[in-house]
């Protein structure tokens, strides 16, 4: 792939390097936060929210077909990944700071290939499955994987191509095969709901109330009807 040019008549190098100059002119505590942020806080952040989504569709009435949906965002993200491993190998697009200078890279040992951003890819994937699932969770799901896109550019390790790459494919493994995974998943989440791992699908039911206590006889010391003889 020909070397791309930093003098800023291409707009993918061009943002890289606006976005990447903020670290430069960041205290030392924001670069080392958004590097933290970026290599793993949102992944730990999507981890929660699909635990979530998990505890909330147990109780849903469609409890299993939920857990179901739910549970298609973290193997989304997953198969996308496997997906990217041969995109990354076609495209073989070196990382931004092996043709570029002057970026502030703060994150060491990224010496694979550059297209497809693997974080972008991972964290748009679970938003997408989670929108599908529920919104409120979805829309947050998704503004951290718009926050993950920011984060690999400021860390100087992606272009904002790769991170836009990294979006398209995640979406596409999702929508695409949602039907498959829905025609596998779905029946083995039912198939759990009638065994003994049912709590794994489906919350237990509320417990019911007592039933009033028979009223007391006082004549014969015993539970009676309450009714006099």
């Given at each position: 792939?020909?070397t791309l040019q930093a003098d800023g008549s291409n707009p993918d190098v061009g943002l890289l390097y606006?976005?990447?100059?903020?670290?430069?002119?960041?205290?030392?505590?924001?670069?080392?936060?958004?590097?933290?942020?970026?290599?793993?806080?949102?992944?730990?952040?999507?981890?929660?929210?699909?635990?979530?989504?998990?505890?909330?569709?147990?109780?849903?009435?469609?409890?299993?077909?939920?857990?179901?949906?739910?549970?298609?965002?973290?193997?989304?993200?997953?198969?996308?990944?496997?997906?990217?491993?041969?995109?990354?190998?076609?495209?073989?697009?070196?990382?931004?700071?092996?043709?570029?200078?002057?970026?502030?890279?703060?994150?060491?040992?990224?010496?694979?290939?550059?297209?497809?951003?693997?974080?972008?890819?991972?964290?748009?994937?679970?938003?997408?499955?989670?929108?599908?699932?529920?919104?409120?969770?979805?829309?947050?799901?998704?503004?951290?994987?718009?926050?993950?896109?920011?984060?690999?550019?400021?860390?100087?390790?992606?272009?904002?191509?790769?991170?836009?790459?990294?979006?398209?494919?995640?979406?596409?493994?999702?929508?695409?095969?949602?039907?498959?995974?829905?025609?596998?998943?779905?029946?083995?989440?039912?198939?759990?709901?009638?065994?003994?791992?049912?709590?794994?699908?489906?919350?237990?039911?509320?417990?019911?109330?007592?039933?009033?206590?028979?009223?007391?006889?006082?004549?014969?010391?015993?539970?009676?009807?309450?009714?006099?003889?």
């Amino acid at each position: 792939m020909p070397t791309l040019q930093a003098d800023g008549s291409n707009p993918d190098v061009g943002l890289l390097y606006d976005v990447n100059g903020l670290a430069r002119d960041a205290p030392g505590w924001v670069d080392t936060a958004v590097s933290w942020v970026g290599e793993y806080g949102i992944l730990l952040g999507l981890l929660a929210l699909c635990a979530t989504a998990w505890l909330r569709s147990r109780r849903r009435p469609d409890a299993p077909a939920a857990v179901a949906a739910v549970l298609w965002a973290p193997l989304a993200a997953g198969v996308a990944e496997v997906l990217n491993i041969p995109v990354r190998a076609l495209v073989a697009r070196p990382r931004p700071f092996v043709d570029h200078t002057g970026l502030d890279v703060l994150v060491s040992g990224k010496n694979d290939f550059s297209f497809a951003s693997d974080h972008a890819t991972m964290t748009m994937a679970v938003a997408v499955a989670l929108l599908l699932v529920e919104r409120r969770l979805g829309l947050l799901a998704l503004l951290f994987a718009l926050l993950e896109g920011f984060c690999r550019m400021y860390m100087g390790v992606h272009y904002p191509s790769d991170v836009l790459g990294g979006y398209a494919l995640g979406t596409a493994v999702v929508l695409l095969l949602a039907p498959l995974a829905t025609a596998v998943l779905v029946p083995l989440c039912r198939s759990v709901s009638r065994s003994a791992a049912r709590p794994l699908v489906a919350a237990a039911p509320g417990r019911r109330e007592r039933p009033a206590a028979a009223p007391y006889d006082s004549g014969s010391g015993r539970p009676g009807s309450g009714m006099a003889a």
